[in-house]
Each structure stands twice: as C-alpha cells, then as structure tokens.
C-alpha cells in the first residue's frame, strides 16, 4: 500500500504570505491520480486540486498543484483569512484502494 | 447542484451495528460511484470502501472485510453504509462522498455529504 507523507505537520503563516505543502508518496503515483483537500472545522471536505494539478469547480486560482512521481506540492499563493484549514492530499491506487496524508494544519501566525 | 444528504447522528453499544444513509440529489445517481470514508475524532480520513450506485457491486477497504456492507436503493437515490460489531475505535464521522462515473471509479471524490457522527460507547 502507497504510504502519504505530508509536511510540515503544522505551518503558521499571516495572510497574504505564501504557503507551501507538501506530501511525499512512499512508491510513484501517477499524477492523475493524486488529489488535494481543505477540511475547516465541523465541515466535510472539499476537493481543491485533482489530477495533481487541476482546480476543481469553484476553486480561486491562488490554489496551485504540481509534482510528479513521489513529490507533490500544494502552493496558496497569497492567503486569505478563510484559507486557514487543515489540508489533505490522496492518492488513488488499483483493486481499488485511496489512501490520504496524515494532514497539514495551516494556521494563523 | 449536487447535494449528499446524510443520516443523524447515532449512538450504540459495543458489538452492534449501525446503518447509515446518504440521498443523494441533482445529478443522475445511477451513473456514479459513491465511496464511504470515515475519521476518528481529531484524526486523519480513512478510505472504507466504494459502490457501483448502478449494479450494486462493492470493495471495501481490507481492514473492514466483513464487517462493512454497502448498498444502494436507486429508486430514492440513496446508498447506505452498514458496520457491524463496533467498538469503541469504530467512533467517527461518517461521510459519503461522490465517486467516478461512466464505469469508473474514479481517483477522488468530488462531492462529500455533511457527515454522521457514529458514537460507540457502552
């Protein structure tokens, strides 16, 4: 099974600066196949990136994907009070099986 | 819009089950997959298994083999996640959240229900 690593744990930031997450996959992922979410507190999440590198519907393009094989990255450009959440990235795998990271916590500095 | 609407929340003893619904509305059912994925309190999420919403065929994560069952009723366009035997690690909120279409899978889940809080406790 494709173990996801995400780093930091926790990433304290203001807003309008910059923010860069990552998740490390143990085996190479095909990008397709990669996705990122945003949980806020008492809320489901919601997709934000699929593809590695796509933005889902109604996602503001300060959110960006990239990466390829084991290292991707989720990159806020400039963030906004209400981007301060809890960020997921998953893979998905055959049989089928979907994996998630353990999370980042990006908070208010 | 598309909207995936749960069950309430449940409370049960150790070693029974729990049934959980998920209607789903606006778009047509029969043509996705629906994936349950569940977290503990304070925890990270947790793949349980997927649906066919059409045909009924299923795959459930390894470790919950036999204890987990998903089904699908298409004439109220709703599926439903049974876990039987829980125990005190079985507390967590339960999401349904939309799959791939058109015979696939899928490789993420585009929309999630508002979840259902299942509690274990004796």
């Known amino acids: 099974e494709i173990v996801l690593t995400q780093s930091p744990g926790t990433l304290s930031l203001s807003p309008g600066e910059r923010a860069t997450l990552s998740c490390r996959a143990s085996q190479s992922v095909s990008s397709s196949y990669l996705a990122w979410y945003q949980q806020k507190p008492g809320q489901a999440p919601r997709l934000l990136i699929c593809?590695?590198?796509s933005r889902a519907t109604g996602i503001p393009d300060r959110f960006s994907g990239s990466g390829s094989g084991t290292d991707f990255t989720l990159t806020i450009s400039r963030l906004e009070p209400e981007d301060f959440a809890v960020y997921y990235c998953q893979q998905y795998g055959s049989s089928p099986r979907y994996t998630f990271g353990q999370g980042t916590k990006l908070e208010i500095k | 819009q598309v909207q995936l609407v749960q069950s309430g929340a449940e409370v049960k003893k150790p070693g029974a089950s729990v049934k959980v619904s998920c209607k789903a509305s606006g778009y047509t059912f029969t043509s996705y997959y629906m994936h349950w994925v569940r977290q503990a309190p304070g925890q990270g999420l947790e793949w349980m298994g997927i649906i066919n919403s059409s045909g009924g065929s299923t795959s459930y994560a390894q470790k919950l083999q036999g204890r987990v069952t998903m089904t699908r009723d298409t004439s109220t366009s709703t599926v439903y996640m049974e876990l039987s035997s829980l125990r005190s690690e079985d507390t967590a909120m339960y999401y349904c959240?939309?799959?791939?279409?058109?015979?696939?899978?899928?490789?993420?889940?585009?929309?999630w229900g508002q979840g259902s809080l299942v509690t274990v406790s004796s």
């Open positions: 593809g590695a590198s």
């Open positions: 959240a939309r799959g791939g279409y058109d015979g696939n899978w899928g490789p993420y889940f585009d929309y």
